[in-house]
């Protein structure tokens, strides 16, 4: 057993260093809304937002993990939540084009600074695409979300861009506009979700491919519990979501609460501010 493991029941959890991008919310802002959980009315603190990424991403280094950080642009106030810049699997990079036109100029932003470091295998979308926040990879497939952000033609773009499979989830509930807000990654075969952010269909697909997937509460999902990061052993989430840390501290992994409220009211937490660059 190394200082990277723990077990629990039959199953030793093992942590992997990971390679992220993150962006300092150094213009963070709610100056429009374009999902429930923002309102522009009440003001923000720009300098408490700041300190609680900060926190996030020298959690990630204290645990091993490797932090790029991306310029933030002034007027583009969502630039925070690096996962929805870009996917980034085997080192190739499909490029995000969103859906709302207060954020469109983010795509290009990121695909330049992939550019940039010297990725050379970069693909701009035909189909609107919001990155990480609805492709979310377990183990060598891809789940993909549909029904706010991302169009579904953009899934069959993506499984032809990075040969692998794709699997579509329809997403039903405003609250749960992206995928990474429902459906948490938590090992190469393991997800946590939340039942009633799917249509009746998703549901039973989900059921098919994750018998035993954790499965959070209402009260979980609300505070934005399911926006987590696990780099196998370590479950990085809302402080706010204990019962899903207890869940998964029942099968080994090592939950950290990390709080980032000030993020939320632009409808963001923890995996929203974290891209992994993979490969
Ligand atoms: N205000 C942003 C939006 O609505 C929040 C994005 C959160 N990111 C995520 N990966 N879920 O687009």
Same mark, same amino acid.
């Given at each position: 057993?190394?200082?990277?493991?723990?077990?629990?029941?039959?199953?030793?959890?093992?942590?992997?260093?990971r390679?992220?991008?993150?962006?300092?919310?150094?213009?963070?802002?709610?100056t429009?809304?374009?999902?429930?959980?923002?309102?522009?009315?009440?003001?923000?603190?720009?300098?408490?937002?700041?300190?609680?990424?900060?926190?996030?991403?020298?959690?990630?280094?204290?645990?091993?993990?490797?932090?790029?950080?991306?310029?933030?642009?002034?007027?583009? /106030? %969502?630039? @925070?939540? #690096?996962?929805?810049?870009?996917?980034? $699997?085997? &080192?190739?990079?499909?490029?995000?084009?969103? +859906? =709302?036109?207060?954020?469109?100029?983010?795509?290009?932003?990121?695909?330049?600074?992939?550019r940039?470091?010297?990725?050379?295998?970069?693909?701009?979308?035909?189909?609107?695409?919001e990155?990480?926040?609805?492709?979310?990879?377990?183990?060598?497939?891809?789940?993909?979300?549909?029904?706010?952000?991302?169009?579904?033609?953009?899934?069959?773009?993506?499984?032809?861009?990075?040969?692998?499979?794709?699997?579509g989830?329809?997403?039903?509930?405003?609250?749960?506009?992206?995928?990474?807000?429902?459906l948490?990654?938590?090992?190469?075969?393991?997800?946590?979700?939340?039942?009633k952010?799917?249509?009746?269909?998703?549901?039973?697909?989900?059921?098919?491919m994750? /018998? %035993?997937? @954790?499965? #959070?509460?209402?009260?979980?999902a609300? $505070?934005f &519990?399911?926006?987590?990061?696990?780099?196998? +052993? =370590?479950?990085l989430?809302?402080?706010?979501?204990?019962?899903?840390?207890?869940?998964?501290?029942?099968?080994?992994?090592?939950?950290?609460?990390?709080?980032?409220?000030?993020?939320?009211?632009?409808?963001?937490?923890?995996?929203?501010c974290?891209?992994e660059?993979?490969?």
């Amino acid at each position: 057993m190394t200082a990277n493991q723990s077990t629990a029941g039959n199953r030793t959890r093992t942590a992997t260093p990971r390679r992220l991008l993150m962006c300092p919310p150094r213009h963070f802002d709610v100056t429009y809304s374009i999902n429930p959980w923002m309102n522009p009315v009440k003001p923000v603190d720009g300098g408490l937002a700041l300190r609680q990424w900060e926190g996030l991403r020298d959690l990630y280094r204290e645990l091993g993990h490797t932090v790029l950080e991306i310029e933030p642009v002034p007027g583009l /106030p %969502d630039m @925070v939540f #690096a996962a929805n810049g870009a996917t980034v $699997v085997d &080192g190739k990079v499909f490029g995000a084009r969103f +859906r =709302h036109v207060e954020r469109t100029a983010e795509g290009p932003l990121y695909l330049e600074w992939f550019r940039r470091q010297g990725f050379d295998e970069l693909y701009w979308p035909e189909h609107i695409n919001e990155g990480e926040g609805d492709y979310l990879t377990v183990g060598r497939r891809l789940l993909a979300g549909t029904g706010f952000r991302t169009d579904q033609r953009s899934h069959f773009e993506a499984q032809e861009f990075f040969g692998l499979p794709v699997t579509g989830l329809r997403l039903v509930n405003p609250s749960y506009y992206h995928l990474d807000t429902a459906l948490a990654v938590l090992s190469d075969d393991e997800v946590a979700y939340y039942p009633k952010a799917f249509t009746e269909g998703s549901q039973a697909v989900l059921r098919a491919m994750f /018998p %035993d997937a @954790v499965l #959070a509460t209402d009260e979980d999902a609300a $505070v934005f &519990g399911l926006n987590m990061f696990s780099d196998g +052993r =370590h479950v990085l989430l809302p402080k706010a979501a204990t019962g899903l840390a207890g869940q998964l501290a029942e099968r080994g992994f090592e939950p950290v609460g990390v709080d980032l409220t000030e993020l939320l009211r632009a409808g963001g937490s923890v995996k929203c501010c974290t891209l992994e660059l993979r490969g």
